[in-house]
Protein backbone atom coordinates (compact mmCIF):
# COMPACT_ATOMS: atom_id res chain seq x y z
CA UNK A 1 0.00 0.00 0.00
CA UNK A 2 2.91 2.00 0.66
CA UNK A 3 4.52 1.65 -2.50
CA UNK A 4 1.21 2.37 -4.28
CA UNK A 5 1.15 5.35 -2.48
CA UNK A 6 4.67 6.85 -3.48
CA UNK A 7 4.22 5.45 -6.87
CA UNK A 8 1.28 7.28 -7.55
CA UNK A 9 2.67 10.18 -5.86
CA UNK A 10 5.64 10.31 -8.15
CA UNK A 11 4.04 10.60 -11.15
CA UNK A 12 1.93 13.41 -10.20
CA UNK A 13 4.63 15.40 -9.03
CA UNK A 14 6.49 14.38 -12.54
CA UNK A 15 3.72 16.26 -14.47
CA UNK A 16 4.76 19.69 -12.83
CA UNK A 17 8.61 19.31 -13.57
CA UNK A 18 9.92 21.89 -14.89
CA UNK A 19 13.85 20.52 -15.37
CA UNK A 20 15.44 16.96 -15.88
CA UNK A 21 16.47 16.83 -11.91
CA UNK A 22 12.82 17.03 -10.90
CA UNK A 23 11.79 14.26 -13.28
CA UNK A 24 14.65 12.32 -11.55
CA UNK A 25 13.56 12.77 -8.45
CA UNK A 26 9.76 12.25 -8.82
CA UNK A 27 9.44 9.33 -11.36
CA UNK A 28 13.47 8.01 -10.39
CA UNK A 29 13.74 8.15 -6.73
CA UNK A 30 9.72 8.51 -5.68
CA UNK A 31 8.12 6.60 -7.88
CA UNK A 32 11.18 3.99 -8.34
CA UNK A 33 11.04 3.44 -4.37
CA UNK A 34 7.11 2.26 -4.79
CA UNK A 35 7.56 0.40 -7.87
CA UNK A 36 10.23 -1.48 -5.76
CA UNK A 37 7.69 -1.62 -2.55
CA UNK A 38 5.26 -2.70 -4.41
CA UNK A 39 6.88 -5.84 -6.52
CA UNK A 40 9.12 -7.78 -3.67
CA UNK A 41 5.68 -8.04 -1.49
CA UNK A 42 3.62 -9.10 -4.74
CA UNK A 43 6.02 -11.99 -5.98
CA UNK A 44 6.59 -13.05 -2.61
CA UNK A 45 2.58 -13.42 -1.30
CA UNK A 46 2.01 -15.60 -5.00
CA UNK A 47 5.54 -17.79 -3.65
CA UNK A 48 4.32 -18.16 0.11
CA UNK A 49 0.86 -19.68 -1.04
CA UNK A 50 0.88 -21.60 -3.29
CA UNK A 51 3.65 -24.62 -3.72
CA UNK A 52 1.68 -27.21 -6.32
CA UNK A 53 2.00 -24.71 -9.00
CA UNK A 54 3.69 -21.86 -7.93
CA UNK A 55 5.67 -21.84 -11.29
CA UNK A 56 1.77 -21.56 -13.22
CA UNK A 57 0.39 -18.69 -10.35
CA UNK A 58 3.34 -16.25 -11.20
CA UNK A 59 2.81 -16.75 -14.64
CA UNK A 60 -0.83 -15.36 -14.66
CA UNK A 61 0.25 -13.13 -11.66
CA UNK A 62 3.23 -11.37 -14.10
CA UNK A 63 1.18 -11.94 -16.97
CA UNK A 64 -0.73 -8.00 -15.30
CA UNK A 65 2.88 -6.70 -17.06
CA UNK A 66 2.50 -8.27 -20.38
CA UNK A 67 -1.45 -6.70 -20.24
CA UNK A 68 0.26 -3.14 -19.36
CA UNK A 69 2.36 -3.09 -21.81
CA UNK A 70 -0.01 -4.25 -24.33
CA UNK A 71 -1.99 -1.74 -23.65
CA UNK A 72 -0.81 1.37 -22.31
CA UNK A 73 1.78 2.21 -24.62
CA UNK A 74 -0.94 2.97 -27.47
CA UNK A 75 -2.86 4.76 -24.64
CA UNK A 76 -0.23 6.89 -23.11
CA UNK A 77 0.64 8.16 -26.89
CA UNK A 78 -3.15 8.94 -27.39
CA UNK A 79 -3.00 11.00 -23.82
CA UNK A 80 -0.10 12.83 -24.79
CA UNK A 81 -1.76 14.18 -28.03
CA UNK A 82 -4.81 14.87 -25.33
CA UNK A 83 -3.60 15.94 -23.05
CA UNK A 84 0.17 16.70 -23.49
CA UNK A 85 2.74 14.62 -21.28
CA UNK A 86 1.83 16.47 -18.58
CA UNK A 87 -1.85 15.16 -18.51
CA UNK A 88 -0.66 11.94 -19.53
CA UNK A 89 1.50 11.70 -16.46
CA UNK A 90 -1.54 12.68 -13.91
CA UNK A 91 -3.63 10.16 -15.44
CA UNK A 92 -1.40 7.99 -14.92
CA UNK A 93 -0.51 8.47 -11.60
CA UNK A 94 -4.17 8.59 -10.37
CA UNK A 95 -4.40 5.40 -11.70
CA UNK A 96 -1.33 4.14 -9.93
CA UNK A 97 -3.31 4.88 -6.53
CA UNK A 98 -5.32 1.68 -7.30
CA UNK A 99 -2.52 0.05 -5.72
CA UNK A 100 -3.40 1.29 -2.54
CA UNK A 101 -6.47 -0.49 -2.68
CA UNK A 102 -5.69 -3.73 -4.24
CA UNK A 103 -2.87 -3.84 -1.40
CA UNK A 104 -5.81 -3.15 1.29
CA UNK A 105 -7.01 -6.43 0.05
CA UNK A 106 -4.07 -8.95 1.03
CA UNK A 107 -4.16 -10.06 4.98
CA UNK A 108 -1.09 -11.33 6.19
CA UNK A 109 -0.55 -13.74 8.63
CA UNK A 110 -0.10 -12.92 12.50
CA UNK A 111 3.10 -12.78 13.68
CA UNK A 112 4.40 -12.32 17.15
CA UNK A 113 7.28 -10.56 16.90
CA UNK A 114 7.80 -7.06 17.00
CA UNK A 115 8.71 -5.44 13.66
CA UNK A 116 12.58 -4.79 13.85
CA UNK A 117 12.59 -8.15 15.13
CA UNK A 118 10.71 -9.41 11.51
CA UNK A 119 12.42 -6.82 9.48
CA UNK A 120 15.60 -8.20 10.86
CA UNK A 121 14.80 -11.89 9.89
CA UNK A 122 13.71 -10.98 6.46
CA UNK A 123 17.60 -9.68 5.38
CA UNK A 124 19.54 -12.90 4.76
CA UNK A 125 22.51 -11.28 4.23
CA UNK A 126 24.23 -14.91 4.92
CA UNK A 127 23.10 -15.59 1.62
CA UNK A 128 25.87 -13.66 -0.09
CA UNK A 129 28.36 -15.94 1.30
CA UNK A 130 26.66 -19.27 -0.84
CA UNK A 131 28.29 -20.02 -3.80
CA UNK A 132 24.85 -21.40 -5.43
CA UNK A 133 23.31 -18.51 -4.88
CA UNK A 134 25.89 -15.92 -5.31
CA UNK A 135 26.05 -18.00 -9.11
CA UNK A 136 22.41 -17.68 -9.48
CA UNK A 137 22.67 -14.09 -8.71
CA UNK A 138 24.84 -13.03 -11.11
CA UNK A 139 23.14 -15.09 -14.12
CA UNK A 140 20.17 -13.02 -13.43
CA UNK A 141 21.96 -9.78 -12.99
CA UNK A 142 23.64 -10.17 -16.73
CA UNK A 143 20.43 -11.32 -18.00
CA UNK A 144 18.62 -8.12 -16.74
CA UNK A 145 21.49 -5.77 -17.80
CA UNK A 146 20.05 -6.99 -21.00
CA UNK A 147 16.40 -7.53 -20.86
CA UNK A 148 14.91 -4.29 -20.33
CA UNK A 149 17.36 -2.30 -23.55
CA UNK A 150 14.19 -3.75 -26.16
CA UNK A 151 11.34 -2.06 -23.76
CA UNK A 152 13.09 0.79 -23.07
CA UNK A 153 14.52 1.57 -26.93
CA UNK A 154 12.20 -0.75 -29.00
CA UNK A 155 9.44 2.57 -30.07
CA UNK A 156 12.63 5.05 -30.71
CA UNK A 157 14.39 2.19 -32.73
CA UNK A 158 10.69 2.18 -34.73
CA UNK A 159 10.52 5.39 -35.11
CA UNK A 160 14.21 5.99 -36.20
CA UNK A 161 13.43 3.06 -38.86
CA UNK A 162 10.87 5.38 -40.02
CA UNK A 163 8.13 3.88 -39.25
CA UNK A 164 4.62 6.23 -37.26
CA UNK A 165 4.79 7.08 -34.01
CA UNK A 166 1.15 4.56 -33.71
CA UNK A 167 3.58 2.07 -36.00
CA UNK A 168 5.96 2.19 -33.21
CA UNK A 169 3.41 1.60 -30.42
CA UNK A 170 1.88 -1.22 -31.69
CA UNK A 171 5.20 -2.98 -32.24
CA UNK A 172 5.84 -2.74 -27.52
CA UNK A 173 2.33 -3.84 -27.62
CA UNK A 174 2.33 -6.60 -29.76
CA UNK A 175 5.96 -7.67 -27.83
CA UNK A 176 3.60 -6.96 -24.62
CA UNK A 177 0.86 -9.37 -25.76
CA UNK A 178 3.00 -12.21 -26.30
CA UNK A 179 4.62 -11.57 -23.28
CA UNK A 180 1.58 -11.84 -21.51
CA UNK A 181 1.39 -15.33 -23.19
CA UNK A 182 4.72 -16.45 -22.85
CA UNK A 183 4.58 -16.23 -19.06
CA UNK A 184 1.14 -18.07 -18.88
CA UNK A 185 2.48 -20.90 -21.28
CA UNK A 186 5.71 -21.39 -19.91
CA UNK A 187 4.14 -21.19 -16.36
CA UNK A 188 1.99 -24.22 -17.09
CA UNK A 189 4.53 -26.32 -19.00
CA UNK A 190 6.93 -26.15 -16.49
CA UNK A 191 4.50 -27.15 -13.54
CA UNK A 192 4.33 -30.41 -15.91
CA UNK A 193 8.06 -31.11 -14.28
CA UNK A 194 9.03 -32.58 -17.62
CA UNK A 195 12.02 -30.85 -17.22
CA UNK A 196 13.90 -29.21 -14.04
CA UNK A 197 13.37 -25.46 -13.75
CA UNK A 198 16.73 -24.51 -14.53
CA UNK A 199 17.04 -26.35 -17.79
CA UNK A 200 13.71 -24.34 -19.02
CA UNK A 201 15.25 -21.39 -17.87
CA UNK A 202 18.57 -21.72 -19.86
CA UNK A 203 16.68 -22.15 -22.83
CA UNK A 204 14.05 -19.43 -22.72
CA UNK A 205 17.43 -17.09 -21.91
CA UNK A 206 19.24 -18.11 -24.56
CA UNK A 207 16.18 -17.68 -26.89
CA UNK A 208 15.57 -14.01 -25.54
CA UNK A 209 19.59 -13.60 -26.07
CA UNK A 210 19.28 -14.12 -29.99
CA UNK A 211 15.82 -12.06 -30.74
CA UNK A 212 17.39 -9.16 -28.61
CA UNK A 213 20.90 -8.81 -31.13
CA UNK A 214 18.05 -9.87 -34.41
CA UNK A 215 15.98 -6.59 -33.46
CA UNK A 216 18.33 -4.23 -34.85
CA UNK A 217 19.15 -6.48 -37.76
CA UNK A 218 15.47 -6.88 -38.74
CA UNK A 219 15.02 -2.64 -39.21
CA UNK A 220 17.62 -2.64 -41.74
CA UNK A 221 15.82 -4.50 -44.10
CA UNK A 222 13.30 -1.93 -43.46
CA UNK A 223 10.25 -4.24 -43.28
CA UNK A 224 7.74 -3.94 -40.99
CA UNK A 225 6.06 -6.76 -41.01
CA UNK A 226 10.20 -8.25 -39.58
CA UNK A 227 10.26 -5.66 -37.14
CA UNK A 228 6.47 -7.24 -35.68
CA UNK A 229 7.85 -10.83 -35.75
CA UNK A 230 11.23 -10.82 -33.84
CA UNK A 231 9.36 -8.24 -31.36
CA UNK A 232 6.58 -11.26 -31.00
CA UNK A 233 9.18 -13.27 -30.74
CA UNK A 234 11.44 -11.69 -28.04
CA UNK A 235 8.38 -10.56 -26.28
CA UNK A 236 6.88 -14.45 -25.66
CA UNK A 237 10.60 -15.66 -24.36
CA UNK A 238 11.26 -12.34 -22.56
CA UNK A 239 7.67 -13.41 -20.51
CA UNK A 240 8.23 -17.20 -20.29
CA UNK A 241 11.69 -16.66 -18.59
CA UNK A 242 10.36 -14.15 -16.14
CA UNK A 243 8.05 -16.59 -13.86
CA UNK A 244 10.67 -19.43 -14.18
CA UNK A 245 13.93 -17.00 -12.53
CA UNK A 246 11.79 -16.45 -9.50
CA UNK A 247 10.25 -19.74 -9.19
CA UNK A 248 14.32 -21.07 -9.26
CA UNK A 249 14.77 -18.86 -5.66
CA UNK A 250 12.80 -21.62 -3.46
CA UNK A 251 14.58 -24.25 -5.04
CA UNK A 252 18.45 -22.65 -4.32
CA UNK A 253 17.48 -21.53 -0.81
CA UNK A 254 15.02 -23.32 0.80
CA UNK A 255 10.87 -21.28 1.01
CA UNK A 256 11.97 -20.20 4.79
CA UNK A 257 14.72 -17.71 3.20
CA UNK A 258 12.71 -17.06 -0.09
CA UNK A 259 11.78 -13.70 1.51
CA UNK A 260 15.45 -12.37 2.01
CA UNK A 261 16.53 -14.14 -1.22
CA UNK A 262 14.28 -12.56 -3.32
CA UNK A 263 14.39 -8.83 -1.57
CA UNK A 264 18.38 -9.40 -2.14
CA UNK A 265 18.22 -10.38 -5.70
CA UNK A 266 16.26 -7.64 -6.61
CA UNK A 267 19.10 -5.42 -4.59
CA UNK A 268 22.08 -6.78 -6.65
CA UNK A 269 20.16 -7.02 -10.13
CA UNK A 270 18.47 -3.87 -10.36
CA UNK A 271 21.71 -2.41 -10.84
CA UNK A 272 22.51 -4.36 -13.90
CA UNK A 273 19.28 -3.26 -14.66
CA UNK A 274 20.40 0.24 -14.28
CA UNK A 275 23.20 0.26 -16.06
CA UNK A 276 22.70 -1.93 -19.33
CA UNK A 277 20.23 0.30 -20.85
CA UNK A 278 22.24 3.37 -21.20
CA UNK A 279 25.31 0.70 -22.23
CA UNK A 280 23.35 -1.17 -24.58
CA UNK A 281 24.86 -2.68 -27.82
CA UNK A 282 25.03 -5.14 -29.63
CA UNK A 283 28.71 -6.15 -28.66
CA UNK A 284 28.06 -5.85 -25.42
CA UNK A 285 24.52 -8.02 -25.77
CA UNK A 286 26.48 -10.93 -27.16
CA UNK A 287 28.91 -10.61 -24.16
CA UNK A 288 25.82 -10.62 -22.06
CA UNK A 289 24.09 -13.57 -23.41
CA UNK A 290 27.48 -15.77 -23.60
CA UNK A 291 28.24 -15.08 -19.44
CA UNK A 292 24.71 -15.76 -18.74
CA UNK A 293 24.48 -19.15 -20.58
CA UNK A 294 28.08 -19.88 -18.92
CA UNK A 295 26.47 -18.74 -14.87
CA UNK A 296 23.25 -21.04 -15.54
CA UNK A 297 25.00 -23.87 -16.82
CA UNK A 298 27.49 -23.73 -13.74
CA UNK A 299 23.88 -24.53 -11.29
Known amino acids: MTGGFLAGLGLILASQATCLAHLYLTMGVISGLGWG ?8 TVMANFTRRRTLALGLAFSSIGLSSF ?7 LLVEMYTWRGALLILGGLSFNIVACGALIRPKKRSEAPLQRVSSYLELSLLCERPYIT ?24 QAGFSEYQ ?66 YGFCSGALTSLAFAVVPLIVGVE ?19 GTPLSGMTKGMIIFVLVLWCVSTL
Open 168 to 233: AAFVMSAAGATDILGRVVSGWFADLRHFRLIHLLSFWTALAGVFIMLLPVSSLSGSYVALVAISLL
Open 136 to 159: YTLAISLLNAGYFVPYFHLVAHSR
Open 71 to 77: AFNPLFQ
Open 37 to 44: LVFTPMVA
Open 257 to 275: RMMGALGLLQLIESGAGLL
